[in-house]
């Protein structure tokens, strides 16, 4: 395992069973172009680093980036813009954006509640936020779910050859279809899209016998019935353009969440 004849079979085996498909990658972005429109402000919620996602969108659409990375690649004197910041705590006032996404970010959050509240706050009446995350009932999540993370840090920046410091905990407590529905849902959004989709074995690319066995679990769970174990939950939630106020800051008489947190350092 981990030789490189061995990545360049699982290559080869790639090209053989998945040459020409789309997997969520392709599928989000589609998503998003589906949803975009010119001259929209648009949050990427987790844009890690790089910014790859507010980089593709910045020549038609207003992109602001945030994330808790220390170092974010932008400028900052053109879209796409970038803040350090935490999602539970959104920098922005209401009604700031008209479009949320946020990819590979939900696993992630020990609060999603919260998040998805400050997503609803920061939209536009009518804005939408489409979101890509793993399925906690995908293979993958389950024995992440059960490995200390120092070893599954280790072990995927092995995998991926990426540095260990892009590997991040991972909580699942909003990843599954009817727990993301249901949290949105309670935030305020109404659903426009969901589906669970299959992905290629990407994680077991060092082995040319369990890619083999990657391709058997990603055939099975095409089946309709077996839909819950697909590897990627992609969904599209919209605010309403007369939105509701959710039921928890209703009930408090409050502000929401992180209607008076300071700006973060700007990077």
Known sequence: MFRPRDRTQCERLYQKYYAGRKFSRALYRELIHKYVSPGHRLLDAGCGRYLEFSKELSDSVRVVGIDLEE????????????????????????????????????????????????????????????LSTPNKYDYVSVIASVTQYRWHQALVSRIFQISADDVFPTFYRANTLSKLAKELRSAGFVQKELEAINHYPAYLTFSPVLFRLGVLYERLTSIDTLRFLRGTLLCVFEKPAAARVPEPLRAAGAQPVGHTASSPRTV
Request: net charge positive.
């Open 71 to 130: 170092i974010l690649e932008t400028q900052n004197r053109r879209s796409p813009y970038a803040v350090r910041g935490d999602l539970e705590r959104l920098p922005f006032p209401p009604a700031s954006f008209d479009l949320i996404i946020s990819r590979s970010v939900v696993e992630h959050l020990s609060d999603p509640p919260c998040v998805f509240r400050e997503f609803h706050r920061v939209l536009k009446p009518g804005g939408r936020v489409i």
